[in-house]
DNA sequence: TTGTAGGCGTTATCAG
DNA sequence: CTGATAACGCCTACAA
């Protein structure tokens, strides 16, 4: 391993010198800089980061804490805060966090100055996570909001800006009668998660402000629940065109289930769904059309506001929002004419 | 931030001490030791990375090659690597490598004492990661299998097995006419992509062995391709009764278009699918029969072996092959009476 | 069994 | 603008 002091030696200068052009941290005559860099190329030096680490205080990397009970829709959003986090000089660990030990986990985290600062995924409305790290003084970003909000870094899709774009877009291709279609997730350990919460109340005052119908199905993950919901549609809301849906497989299985009670998917009936990546609208047939969940920006916009924090940038919390943007698919069109 | 020096004083032992019973690497009076982790305990002393990182050359961190190509089935994966190394006083680090400077980084990660060994997934029968790998005299384990394999730590699926079991199963059903949907990835980054490549020959061979009628699909990504599979199938391979699938998006296309045509699943027609994972079965109705990737199995296998390694357990080479366990569904079954 | 002391490779403070 | 020189917190011979 080539060392600073190496790099100094051949270079003829001193080992802050180096340091200096290395980091860019004091002004250096182009020509030792252009030197030191020569050499530097030269041995092929790299500085060590745990030597960085130690001298400097700063580990330089983001703990993101995992495991993430959603592994639905995450891999883009991980791999992009991975990215921004490297272009940055940070790296992204993965730290698994088991329920029964949060506390002490989340505080020697940082306490053991093992991790500058926290990404926290699938935030619940109320999340202990959240506490704790307030209470441990870690620099942390949510993706995703608890339902206290002041001084609090986040990142998160706008379910609700989404779902009124969604209900819009229907409504203008003559639309009256939508349904929306969640997860029922309690007794889950996602029963607090925010998504479908606040789905739900932004698509109940989307219709009610436009005048539309809008019914809401909670279905279960199970099996059976999901093989009844077309059912249960053509009984309770037999009348709807269009289905927003946040339940990746009832979406599939309407798509599959109506042909065969004669229900042509667009024909008869729209459905778009939220939140969800292109890869579902891959996996089916016709391709759902899908309001995507924007995870490459939030990653990257998540890792930006942690590093922007943790090299001292106070000002306001950041606050983002993103809404989902519409992957056409071929399940969305015109309303039927009706009867 | 507590010390050991602090530790130290505060138990009347010196820093040494405190580092023996920490690590564990000299014995120590039960009393004097009992005494210190009490110090331990009421400061809540956790040892620094950074420094211990930099007295023992050895940072404790693996570098999970990312971003992943095929990001389907590797959540479980990843999830146990980290949790395996979280257990063993490592933590696993997201590692963006863009395919522009393989070279350089992989030999960075290594030199500049960040990592002390790599993990890399989706590996091609023949990839340059795994030269550069070797070259830089980077401990490594992948996690699949490149074409040669002599001294290579590997764990991976066991396509061999599994497809020979699938085969099994089904000709135990009563089946002969069998087909294999493989997804087309020439002119992907995928394209050498090994297991595909692996599962079809095993098929080939598990249908000739067995006197057996195999017919194999290629089919690609696109929606067209897809959803021409079920008259592709109905064309040139009519006595089909069983179809093993490593193309989920077909998979799932199969099972809706199939009712339409007057084809029941399981009852004229079974579908398994191979290193798929539980969660597709949940998206397709009925459940579809799978062979699940052992992703948990496989992602704990790696981190264990590359540890083991990077502790000086050198022995042979860790050579895993974990074969899929079926996950029952509803789409297999009997083979229909023959016409 | 326990203590002493010299690194590990950088950063950062202070002089020059 | 450049150079000495203390830290940083821990590990590990070597001594006692």
Redesign the interface.
């Known amino acids: 391993?080539v060392t600073m002091q190496q790099v100094a030696d051949r270079a003829k200068v001193s080992i802050s010198t180096v340091s200096f052009v290395v980091n860019n941290t004091k002004p250096v005559t182009p020509e030792t800089r252009e030197r030191v860099l020569q050499v530097i190329d030269e041995l092929?030096y790299?500085?060590?980061?745990?030597?960085r680490?130690?001298a400097s205080r700063k580990?330089r990397?983001l703990a993101?804490i995992?495991?993430?009970l959603d592994?639905?829709n995450n891999?883009?959003f991980?791999?992009s805060a991975?990215?921004a986090a490297?272009e940055r000089g940070y790296?992204?660990?993965?730290?698994?966090l088991h329920s029964d030990n949060v506390t002490t986990e989340i505080a020697?985290l940082i306490?053991?100055?093992?991790a500058d600062g926290v990404l926290l995924m699938e935030v619940q409305l109320d999340d202990e996570r959240v506490s704790r790290l307030r209470e441990a003084q870690a620099p942390f970003v949510l993706i995703g909001r608890t339902r206290e909000l002041a001084g609090i870094d986040y990142v998160d899709i706008d379910f609700e800006r989404t779902t009124q774009t969604a209900v819009d877009e229907l409504a203008k291709l003559g639309h009256r009668d939508l349904a929306l279609v969640l997860e029922d997730l309690r007794g889950t350990p996602l029963a607090g998660y925010a998504p479908p919460i606040r789905t739900e109340q932004a698509f109940r005052e989307a219709v009610a402000a436009r005048g539309l119908a809008g019914t809401v199905f909670h279905v279960a993950?199970d099996?059976g629940s999901?093989?009844a919901l077309p059912a249960e549609l053509a009984s309770s809301a037999p009348q709807t065109t269009a289905i927003v849906s946040m339940h990746?497989?009832a979406s599939?299985?309407l798509?599959?289930?109506l042909?065969?009670r004669g229900i042509e998917v667009p024909r008869d009936l729209s459905i778009v769904t939220i939140g969800t990546t292109a890869?579902l609208a891959?996996?089916?047939?016709?391709?759902l059309s899908t309001y995507e969940a924007p995870g490459h920006v939030l990653g990257r916009a998540a890792a930006e506001a942690l590093i922007a924090r943790l090299e001292g940038r106070d000002g306001p919390a950041t606050q983002v929002l993103v809404p989902c943007a519409l992957h056409p698919g071929a399940s969305m069109g015109p309303a039927p004419a009706r009867a």
């Open positions: 391993m092929g790299r500085r060590n980061r745990a030597a680490a130690l580990s990397i993101l995992y495991p993430m592994h639905r891999h883009a991980v791999e991975a990215t490297e790296n992204l660990v993965l730290w698994p020697s306490e053991a100055g093992f993950h099996s999901i093989s990746d497989a599939l299985a798509l599959s289930a042909p065969r890869s891959a996996l089916s047939q016709p391709p």
